[in-house]
Structure formats: structure tokens, C-alpha cells
């Protein structure tokens, strides 16, 4: 598979890729910017091929966050995409 966007957490201490304590584990978020073909029936239900990429990235180790494509279309500029992508990584 290829990932759309990957997205690593830099540690406080540098760039080994950690977390910000040492305690806390690295992140490591897999972006999926899921379009139409991605779903079926009423279009916002995940396809069985996206399901199954979503699991196996999954058991690879990587938080997987989709952007489904409706929600993306919404937002009406560039700075309100920031934010989405900032919000759902904080959540995700």
C-alpha cells in the first residue's frame, strides 16, 4: 500500500522520532484523504478494500486517520484545511 500523507510526532528532546517525555511512546499517524471511490451504498460507507487498508496499517503500528471527502470539500479555504488536519491528528 502507499499512504498519503505520513505524519510523525517530534520528540521535546530532538528528531529520534520519540515522544515528548520519554515515557510517551512515538506517534506515528497514517493520513488517508479518502475520495468517492472509497465508499459505497449511501457514499459514506467505507469500502471493504479501504476497511481492510485501514486494518492492516494498523497492525503495522501507524494511528490511520481518514479525511473523507465531504468533509474536506466543506472547508471553504486553506487555513480552515490547517485546522481540520491539526484537530483531527490532536483527536485521531
Known amino acids: 500500500y502507499s499512504i498519503d500523507v505520513l505524519v510523525r ?5 530532538g528528531s529520534n ?3 515528548k517525555s520519554p515515557e510517551e511512546p512515538a ?4 493520513v488517508e484523504v479518502d475520495g468517492p471511490f472509497h465508499f459505497i ?3 459514506r460507507t467505507p469500502s471493504g478494500n479501504t476497511l481492510l487498508k485501514r ?3 494498523e ?3 501507524y494511528t490511520v ?11 471553504d479555504d486553506e487555513e480552515a484545511k490547517r485546522r ?9
Request: charged fraction near 20%; charge should be negative.
Open 59 to 61: 497492525q503495522l503500528g
Open 9 to 13: 510526532r517530534r520528540s521535546a528532546a
Open 27 to 30: 506517534a506515528v499517524w497514517a
Open 84 to 92: 481540520y488536519l491539526e484537530d483531527t491528528l490532536r483527536t485521531g
Open 41 to 43: 451504498g449511501d457514499g
Open 65 to 75: 486517520v481518514p479525511v473523507p471527502f465531504w468533509e474536506w470539500d466543506a472547508l
Open 55 to 57: 486494518r492492516q496499517l
Open 17 to 19: 522520532g520519540g515522544g
